[in-house]
């Protein structure tokens, strides 16, 4: 693949978690969004729906791994997501062997970025200046919501 043909890729996953965090918010959820990706074909996307469908372990990770379906490996793959991993979605992905994480923003949720890299993932931040400003105004609005979802 090209380099130009990996950066067009690459926009597709970061978008495709943008839309599915907006699309989380607009359901009235956390806006937090992901997209698995095996080269430059995005395979599966999902999003948070913890309020949603009241489950307390749907996080938009683990959304996009369940949409996914079974996969016979995951060490080709790149997760995307929106917002930074918490400590259960980023023990899936070491679980799962996902080499690679990009990560949209972490200035709002600080995550377990050195988690994942001690376990021999590579991490990438892009700050995704939609999702950063996504996720603010959703805290500014739902800040007992997001103090539950972090357990704080």
């Known amino acids: 693949m090209t380099a130009i043909g990996m950066a067009a890729s690459r926009r597709r996953a970061i978008d495709a978690c943008y839309e599915q965090a907006l699309k989380s918010y607009d359901e009235g959820g956390l806006p937090i969004g992901s997209a698995l990706a095996r080269g430059n074909e995005i395979v599966a996307v999902g999003h948070n729906r913890r309020v949603q469908q009241g ?73 995704d200046a939609r999702c950063i400003d996504l996720m603010a105004r959703f805290i500014a609005e739902n800040g007992t919501l997001w103090a539950e979802d972090i357990a704080d």
């Open 55 to 127: 489950n307390p372990i749907l996080h938009g990770e683990m959304d996009c791994l369940q949409n996914a379906g079974r996969q016979a490996s995951y060490r080709d793959c790149t997760l995307y997501t929106s917002l930074s991993p918490c400590m259960m979605c980023a023990g899936t992905i070491v679980q799962f062997k996902i080499p690679r994480v990009v990560i949209c923003e972490n200035r709002n949720f600080g995550g377990n970025e050195q988690f994942l890299r001690d376990h021999g993932v590579e991490v990438e931040i892009v700050d």
